[in-house]
């Protein structure tokens, strides 16, 4: 059987995995470094009998694809820096509501408008905690095309498993090189459909009710169950409950749904891990560095290993806490100015040997970058 074999940039790599995870409902607005994948999902959807439609900003983005998930569509979004700002609102709503959708955050330099066209990772930590309020969130990213590929179709998958909001993290960089990327033939990568309420219509639907496995079904607007959806803290009808009780329970079942499952949703790689006595934890872009980084380590005699979070959000704590277990030393590569080196200072058994080597200059981190801090914590005597 022939391949599918294409030669094409990250925008179109997630497009490819969206398309494949069955996405068919797209609303968004244009900001750079993003808009190639609206304008590809703009041309690809109505050929699959899919809905595409430009909104007037991203507020008006994420509440149109919250809608389109109640009615049953598997959706997705995609921005960049200050659209994502917009849209915390949204998410904050999706998470409380228990809405599946996707959102997509093409990473470039902030604050503000910041520096539209170069690369960053300076919105790691808003993932995590930029809309208010306790919750937990599921974000991840890749380093090459074919990863771009396959995690935009976990995203969808993590996001109808979890009834969660899923938000992909990719960058600039990503995003716009090149790579040969092979698109798997239908069925050789799973695609987790929405688990829907069978509950005949005609007899009562609790949207919030856990069925025997622990799961909430869904019911499709307009199907025939009538029901409440509300960013208020509600019971299982849907209906508000502020009682200090249910929201207590409601509160820990957004949180512990998500936490308690983290080593199960980790995505990650290992570069030279079997022996590395220094290791590079990284993500994004800026893998690809540390992986050039050990490899010429390697050739020096320095036994180098790169671990590649691929999912950043929930935090794998206990699977971090290993890799650096047995390091004489770690270093955090990334394009900001320290997110996830506190993450992982958070887990190591000794927060001393964790290391950031990183830019915040909107510009790609570099083997040579993370080289010089190998050298200067050897030079320490770790």
Not at 83 to 91: A, D, H, N, T
Not at 112 to 140: C, E, F, K, L
Not at 212 to 229: E, I, K, L
């Amino acid at each position: 059987m022939t391949k599918n074999i294409q030669f094409i940039p990250g925008s179109d790599a997630c497009i490819e995995g969206a398309l494949y995870a069955g996405c068919d409902f797209f609303a968004g607005y244009p900001i750079t470094p993003s808009s190639e994948v609206a304008e590809g999902m703009s041309a690809q959807l109505p050929k699959r009998g899919g809905k595409f439609i430009q909104m007037e900003d991203e507020i008006a983005s994420m509440a149109c694809i919250i809608g389109a998930a109640l009615a049953g569509k598997k959706v997705m979004t995609v921005t960049s820096g200050p659209g994502f700002s917009l849209k915390q609102e949204g998410i904050g709503y999706a998470c409380m509501a228990e809405i599946p959708c996707v959102i997509g955050n093409i990473q470039r330099g902030g604050p503000s408008t910041g520096n539209p066209t170069h690369v960053s990772q300076g919105d790691t930590m808003q993932a995590r905690w930029g809309t208010h309020g306790d919750h937990s969130i599921i974000a991840m990213t890749a380093s090459n095309l074919q990863d771009v590929f396959t995690t935009t179709v976990e995203a969808f998958n993590l996001a109808e498993k979890y009834r969660t909001p899923v938000i992909l993290m990719f960058d600039e960089a990503t995003q716009h090189l090149r790579e040969k990327v092979v698109i798997p033939e239908p069925g050789e990568i799973e695609v987790v459909e929405r688990l829907r309420t069978t509950v005949p219509v005609g007899e009562k639907y609790y949207p919030y009710l856990e069925d025997a496995n622990g799961n909430r079904p869904m019911s499709d607007f307009g199907a025939g169950h009538r029901y409440n959806v509300t960013g208020l803290h509600h019971n299982i009808s849907g209906f508000p409950d502020v009682s200090p009780g249910n929201v207590d329970k409601e509160i820990h079942h957004l949180v512990e749904k998500i936490e308690s499952n983290a080593n199960d949703i980790a995505r990650y790689k290992e570069y030279y891990m079997d022996d590395a006595e220094y290791v590079i934890i990284a993500y994004g872009t800026s893998t690809r560095s540390a992986i050039q980084a050990a490899e010429d380590s390697r050739e020096m005699g320095i036994k180098v290993g790169v671990f590649e979070l691929q999912t950043v959000w929930p935090f794998a704590d206990d699977i971090v806490k290993d890799v650096c277990g047995n390091a004489k030393a770690v270093i955090v590569a990334e394009m900001n100015m320290g997110q996830i080196v506190h993450e992982v200072k958070r887990v190591a058994p000794n927060r001393d040997k964790v290391f950031l080597s990183n830019r915040a200059n909107n510009q790609l981190i570099s083997p040579n970058d993370i080289k010089a801090a190998l050298k200067m914590i050897q030079g320490k005597g770790v």
